[in-house]
């Protein structure tokens, strides 16, 4: 199988995870309210996209070597190693928020434009180390789990920030899944 086959298949299995993430936020959403707390409610919508998406980019090893069990223990190891780094990427970004608020941010402008938003996208980055690197980790392979970590932020980041930012300029609807495939 060639590289770009690899890739595509790679961006496929993103793409899905970022499909198959969007109506577990919808629905952690209208549930919140049931949440006892913030944290509470971060820690779990986190721990939960982490698994999810730690899951579809787990599994993507195996399926290219056409391997079964390796797809599978991939997905089960992404799925751990993905709750643990959502649930952890979550409230680093709730730390930040908290911590950028009080010294940066003078308004509430400020906050519901620039600090809110980019505090969430670093989580989503966090999240996005967590999940791309889990493969890397599961083969013990420094390289992968590099090249995981870096593309793991970068791809958190941007997608975080699409999902973040994108509702200020366009639809909710429409916002939430653009930036879901593009974490993915």
Request: net charge positive.
């Amino acid at each position: 199988m060639s590289r770009f086959v690899r890739r595509l298949i790679y961006v496929a299995m993103g793409i899905l995870g970022g499909l198959a993430a969007w109506p577990i936020l919808e629905t952690a959403i209208a549930v919140q309210e049931l949440f006892p707390s913030y944290l509470l409610f971060s820690l779990a919508a986190g721990g939960t996209f982490g698994a999810v998406f730690g899951a579809f980019s787990g599994a993507v090893d195996g399926m290219i070597a056409a391997n079964y069990r390796r797809m599978v223990w991939g997905a089960l190891f992404g799925l751990g190693v993905g709750a643990v780094g959502g649930a952890v990427g979550f409230l680093i970004g709730q730390g930040v928020l908290l911590i950028g608020a009080e010294i940066f941010l003078q308004s509430a402008t400020n906050f519901d434009m620039v600090g809110q938003p980019l505090a969430k996208a670093l989580g989503w980055a966090i999240l996005g180390m967590f999940v791309a690197s889990a493969e890397g980790i599961r083969r013990r392979s420094g390289h992968k789990t590099a090249i995981g970590l870096l593309g793991g932020f970068v791809g958190g980041l941007v997608g975080g920030a699409v999902l973040e930012y994108a509702p200020l300029v366009i639809s909710t609807q429409w916002a939430r899944p653009i930036g879901l495939i593009l974490f993915g």
